[in-house]
């Protein structure tokens, strides 16, 4: 299956320990993410990420844009509620991938126990039904 990770800034660290975490799970899939996530990513647990660009110049469109084409079978995306986008436009690029994700029926977890629930039912094959999608 093929997982997408974006993480603002103050929750790259997070999901830098939940990948560490859950190697084992995760080296069975495809994975993408925005560009310094997916760098993290890699760094950390040694596993090949496929990497967008940077989250704020493109990286999300790109994540978006492979959910809405029904390539993407599952979404961590750490938000940071406290956070404020610096524009309009990167506002929309972030509500356009949780927009695409409850369109196309892609599990999307935005906060780490979210993350662990999905990540474990991934282990059990609880979301195989994806396959079907494809």
């Not at 660290?13 to 990948?19: D, E, F, I, R, S």
Request: net charge negative.
């Amino acid at each position: 299956m093929n997982i997408g990770f974006i993480a603002h800034d103050a929750k790259k660290k997070l999901m830098q320990n939940c990948c560490i975490a859950y190697h084992s799970i995760l080296a069975w899939h495809d994975l993408y993410a925005t560009g310094t996530t997916g760098r993290l990513i890699q760094d950390a647990t040694g596993l090949p990420v496929h990497k967008f660009l940077e989250g704020h110049v493109g990286g999300e469109q790109q994540m978006s844009a492979m959910v809405e084409q029904n390539q993407m079978d599952l979404v961590l995306f750490f938000r940071d509620p406290e956070s404020t986008a610096s524009t309009r436009s990167e506002v929309a690029d972030l509500t356009k991938v949780i927009r695409m994700c409850d369109l196309h029926n892609v599990p999307l977890a935005t906060n780490i126990a979210t993350a662990e629930m999905l990540l474990k039912s991934l282990e059990r094959g609880d979301l195989d039904w994806r396959e079907m999608y494809h």
